[in-house]
């Protein structure tokens, strides 16, 4: 074949294209970052959908299907919340609820942690075929766990049921701990604190996600150190062990271990009030700093990295 | 108003080994003196200045070698890619057609793969509903369309993503080549559909190697070569400077034509 000369014979009419391309075209702008996340918004029914999707696909050709979960789930809180009690000597009728209640959390903040990190990469196939904001893959995974805990909280309503009469009242959860007021209408504000878990997921898995699809490290090293996570965060021991072990009044510098593990304040604002603890004002706040601040932080990366991520899955 | 325009765009591809794409390798290399590790990350350079203004009403066909960027131009123009270097706008409702397979879940029945298909290329669940009889109709695959996806031949699905798709209303229709892998007298009715489909939408992209596939959709051609535009214009004339000769003298009445995917392009 002879080589030709470019040519460039411009068949389709210039007339309403600017010569210069407008500012609007910018990559990275926060306008862009804001657009993909409202977007996302936008396509609902598709995550919705798919997330179901997920869920089934799991279990498609198991007999109870996704009562599995909800299985599985009351198996470990049950095994959990019979060891430790015995171990740490505290009454199971109130430790029970306990254990379950933040194992439950425990698993979403997991789920969304693990699958976060890799959340751009596992839809690498997706993502360079379909022109789609890619929070909609963010917001997929998340729903996808929202299901689950959802499934899980099956388990919360059973064990409430049997236990209930322990919870009522004014209870101690160790002889000498601090004096729990017991359910009363504070149960409802569980619902601000799921929707406060799921915001913080979104951000979480949205710059995780973008930066472990460049890093590939950030996934292995999240992977090996979410178990340590769970051990020095209080879910299976209660966190007025750490004021009783320090002896005397002091809060000393053994409450830090809880104090400065963020995953302790977003346990406690959902596990509180479902259990009729002390709703502590603290924990709801330090949760909407970090709502703000990561949020913050995800849109910048939104903004910087979010057209890098098709060329990096 | 539908458009595509695209300022002096380059798409480059930053190719990380395993090692390159660590973060030990990062720190490392600043000791090394040279600071930041993007410019030590080997650079594919897929498109390299290219300039396009495409307008309602465009029909334009792509053709050009293997590796030549007509893919990577899809991409760009559906806006999966964003460009590295230059600036891109899309006005519109984009359709690609690029790999059938792809949104495609094999343990899930043809009915509920046509939904999520659908729900990808931006309709909406009534929407969808609406048309799962028309698409059964179109498709033929009657009683199948209950059974798990990995259950079909590699031509049911073909019918399946022809069949999703053709019912779209799309403002920007891009199709990648490799829609073949069906039978003749399918074909001819899929011809039907994707002619009335190219109808329906308001500007068309088409990579092909087939002469009488471009010739009936196209009235345009993009020539791609190394990543660069080399040629953009009438079809005939792209095609004759492409090809070396002129096609359309030699051209069969496009309904003899078996399937879609020709081995032209050499």
């Not at chain 1, 009690?85 to 609820?97: A, E, K, V, Y």
């Not at chain 2, 009683?143 to 073909?158: A, E, H, I, K, W």
Request: glycine fraction near 8%; include cysteine; hydrophobic fraction near 45%.
């Amino acid at each position: 074949m002879t080589p030709v000369r470019s040519v460039l014979v411009q068949a389709t009419s210039t007339v309403d294209r600017p010569e210069v391309p407008p500012a609007s075209t910018k990559s990275r702008s926060f306008r862009r970052a804001f657009a993909d996340v409202r977007e996302a918004w936008a396509h609902r029914e598709l995550w919705g959908h798919l997330g179901w999707q997920d869920i089934k696909q799991r279990y498609r050709r198991s007999v109870i299907g996704p009562l599995w979960i909800t299985i599985s789930m009351a198996t470990t809180a049950l095994a959990l919340g019979l060891l430790y009690s015995t171990l740490l000597g505290t009454p199971i009728d109130t430790f029970l609820p306990y254990v379950t209640v933040g194992f439950i959390i425990w698993n979403f903040i997991l789920g969304c942690v693990i699958e976060g990190t890799d959340v751009f990469i596992v839809n690498e196939g997706l993502i360079k075929h379909l022109p789609a904001p890619i929070t909609i893959h963010v917001m997929r995974m998340v729903w996808r766990q929202v299901l689950f805990l959802l499934h899980n909280l099956v388990v919360y309503v059973i064990v409430l049921a049997i236990f209930f009469t322990a919870l009522d009242k004014p209870y101690q959860m160790t002889p000498n701990g601090p004096m729990n007021p017991g359910l009363s209408w504070e149960i409802v504000l569980a619902i601000p604190g799921l929707v406060l878990l799921a915001l913080n997921a979104v951000w979480v898995a949205l710059l995780f996600g973008v930066i472990s699809t460049r890093f590939r490290d950030i996934p292995p090293v999240v992977n090996s150190f979410i178990n340590l996570v769970f051990f020095m965060t209080p879910i299976v021991w209660d966190a007025s062990i750490l004021t009783k072990v320090t002896g005397g009044g002091d809060m000393g510098w053994r409450m830090l271990v809880a104090e400065l593990n963020p995953v302790y304040h977003f346990v406690e604002i959902v596990r509180a009030p479902l259990l009729g603890h002390t709703v502590d004002w603290h924990h709801w706040a330090i949760v909407g700093g970090f709502t703000v601040v990561g949020w913050f932080a995800a849109l910048v990366i939104l903004r910087n990295y979010r057209a890098r991520v098709s060329y990096w899955v | 108003m539908v458009s595509i325009d695209v300022w002096n765009a380059s798409v480059d591809f930053p190719i990380f080994d395993a090692k390159s794409r660590s973060l030990k390798k990062l720190a490392l290399g600043k000791v090394g003196g040279k600071i930041g590790s993007e410019g030590r990350v080997p650079i594919i350079e897929a498109l390299h200045d290219i300039s396009l203004s495409l307008k309602e009403g465009s029909r334009v066909g792509l053709v050009g070698h293997n590796g030549a960027g007509k893919s990577t131009l899809l991409r760009l123009l559906a806006g999966i890619y964003e460009p590295t270097r230059g600036h891109s706008r899309i006005i519109g409702k984009v359709a690609p057609v690029f790999d059938l397979g792809v949104g495609m879940d094999p343990e899930i029945s043809g009915y509920e793969n046509i939904m999520i298909r659908g729900l990808y290329l931006g309709m909406t669940r009534k929407q969808m509903e609406a048309r799962v009889d028309d698409i059964s109709a179109f498709t033929e695959l009657g009683d199948y369309l209950q059974m798990p996806l990995r259950t079909y031949s590699t031509g049911m699905r073909v019918r399946l993503a022809l069949g999703v798709v053709t019912s779209i209303n799309p403002e920007i229709l891009l199709l990648d080549e490799g829609i073949g892998a069906v039978d003749a007298a399918f074909m001819a009715k899929a011809r039907d559909r994707l002619k009335d489909l190219v109808a329906r939408s308001g500007l068309l992209v088409f990579a092909n190697h087939s002469d009488e596939f471009l010739a009936e959709f196209c009235d345009t051609a993009i020539w791609m070569d190394e990543g660069h535009v080399k040629m953009h214009g009438d079809l005939r004339e792209v095609l004759t400077a492409y090809k070396g000769y002129d096609p359309f003298e030699r051209m069969h009445m496009p309904h003899e034509a078996p399937v879609l995917s020709g081995n032209g392009g050499e």
